[in-house]
């Protein structure tokens, strides 16, 4: 089956402009998740959704990062006013379940580099 | 919070070596979970081995296997018959298992290259 896709793959915004990232998760995957990773590091949690409900912000980094999955499928990331520390992978993830050792699936990620 | 270390960024071995990936973790839960991830250039990141931390079994998946010493708090992976296409970035990750945030904790990382 599908696997998890993420849009666009690449982004390049100008210092100062919003962009959107886009997740579509494996279908009936319960659980989503962002994260961010930077060039050279392990990725980093950023927030994690279970099913439309966001119940855990606590890894982005500023108020200016905002993400959606109002109908429990496909979620959007949205960074505003993007600064050059922005720059970064970010890969999403999806998991059947919420908890225990179920695996998590990562999309491909989308490159974002902030000019 | 959890923290976890690799504490070799690259590695380099011969095809059909075996190779040891150290990680090692801070935790002060008594069972939660343990991953290594495979990040192959330009592809998308997937599980290799998983490992609950009440079974003191080690988990193995064909040519990958790990040692898990729960009270050193490593867990290290082993890779035998190394092929090339195991060139990859390897991550070592924790996750709870229980409430508050459920998303993995990864270490930065170690690039293995299996040179033919």
């Known amino acids: 089956g599908a696997g998890v896709s993420q849009s666009p793959r690449y982004k390049v915004a100008k210092r100062g402009q919003d962009v959107a990232l886009r997740c579509d998760p494996i279908?009936?995957?319960?659980?989503l998740f962002w994260y961010q990773q930077a060039l050279g590091q392990g990725p980093e949690f950023l927030t994690y959704f279970q099913n439309e409900a966001q119940l855990d912000k606590s890894g982005l980094p500023s108020d200016r990062f905002f993400a959606e999955r109002p109908e429990g499928s496909v979620s959007t990331l949205k960074i505003q006013r993007t600064q050059q520390e922005d720059s970064a992978v970010y890969l999403c993830?999806?998991?059947?379940?919420?908890?225990?050792?179920?695996?998590?699936?990562f999309g491909p990620g989308t490159r974002l580099t902030v000019t | 919070a959890q923290t976890v270390t690799q504490s070799q960024p690259e590695m380099s071995v011969q095809e059909a070596e075996t190779v040891t990936l150290s990680c090692t973790y801070d935790?002060?839960?008594?069972?939660?979970?343990l991953f290594w991830y495979k990040q192959p250039p330009s592809r998308q990141m997937i599980l290799v081995i998983r490992q609950e931390a009440y079974k003191q079994q080690n988990a193995t998946e064909n040519r990958f296997s790990v040692n898990f010493q729960k009270a050193a708090k490593s867990f290290s992976l082993k890779i035998s018959d190394s092929q090339l296409g195991d060139t990859a970035m390897y991550f070592c990750?924790?996750?709870?298992?229980?409430?508050?945030?459920?998303?993995?904790?990864f270490g930065k990382g170690t690039h293995l290259i299996i040179q033919p």
């Open positions: 990750a924790f996750r709870h298992s229980g409430g508050g945030a459920d998303g993995l904790t």
């Open positions: 935790t002060s839960e008594s069972n939660y979970y």
């Open positions: 279908s009936g995957h319960v659980s």
């Open positions: 993830a999806s998991s059947l379940v919420q908890k225990g050792m179920y695996e998590q699936y």
